[in-house]
């Protein structure tokens, strides 16, 4: 209700070309949003169901992942209005064209928690809310799997280091055995972390686990 009422008192405009009514109109969403073709979210080499190669599949774990864009341009644009702006329109609008779920039935949707100190610098999380509104579109279960214990900077590190940083970072608290756990996160670099909680995931009882995301750098 307050987010309809916030829609008709200051409607979002389109980040390309200023109409009044959505974030990116349908006119600019066709050349301003690079689609990511499906590839291992890891090696990225280009397959045609996302799932995860082999070889990157015996380190991480991940079945694979569901990208909707490329991390550049429009879509970087809408990322940061999310993430540091607390823009609800961008979030809307980017959890809207998330990919649609594989292994729906039986299926829990969950996320890749933020750093503790950007969470309460933000006041939200834009990969819960982003997650919140995946499962309630198509009528999964959400629930809050994991949980950081340590917090290491990855912008800006090498593959190398953002994989040996990351390890250890996370715990699993609720119960996943025997469930399959579709991963929601917003942007997907080298795929490190969702690889890192999907580890996780695993060693707690997961069937698979999938990624889904805004975009892939």
């Given amino acids: 209700m307050l987010e309809q ?73 809408l990322i940061f209005a999310m993430k540091y702006q607390n823009h609800r329109g961008a979030m809307r609008y980017l959890a809207a064209r998330l990919p649609d779920p594989k292994y729906q039935a039986a299926a829990v949707v969950s996320f890749v928690p933020s750093d503790g100190r950007s969470r309460r610098q933000r006041g939200y999380d834009q990969a819960e809310l982003l997650a919140r509104r995946y499962a309630k579109a198509n009528g999964m279960e959400f629930v809050a799997l994991l949980a950081r214990v340590r917090h290491t900077k990855q912008v800006g590190q090498s593959r190398s280091n953002r994989l040996k940083n990351i390890q250890g970072n996370f715990i699993c608290h609720k119960s996943v055995i025997g469930k399959t756990v579709i991963l929601v996160d917003d942007v997907i670099t080298t795929g490190a972390t969702v690889g890192e909680c999907a580890k996780v995931l695993k060693l707690a009882g997961a069937k698979r686990v999938w990624a889904v995301a805004v975009a892939k750098g």
């Fill in 5 to 77: 009422l916030l829609n008709i008192i200051a409607p979002d405009e389109c980040l390309v070309c200023g109409k009044e009514g959505v974030c990116v109109c349908q006119k600019c969403s066709g050349s301003s949003l690079l689609v990511k073709k499906p590839a291992c979210v890891m090696c990225n080499r280009l397959n045609t169901t996302g799932k995860t190669c082999p070889n990157c599949y015996a380190k991480s774990r991940l079945s694979g992942a569901s990208v909707a864009y490329r991390y550049e341009g429009t879509a970087k644009d």
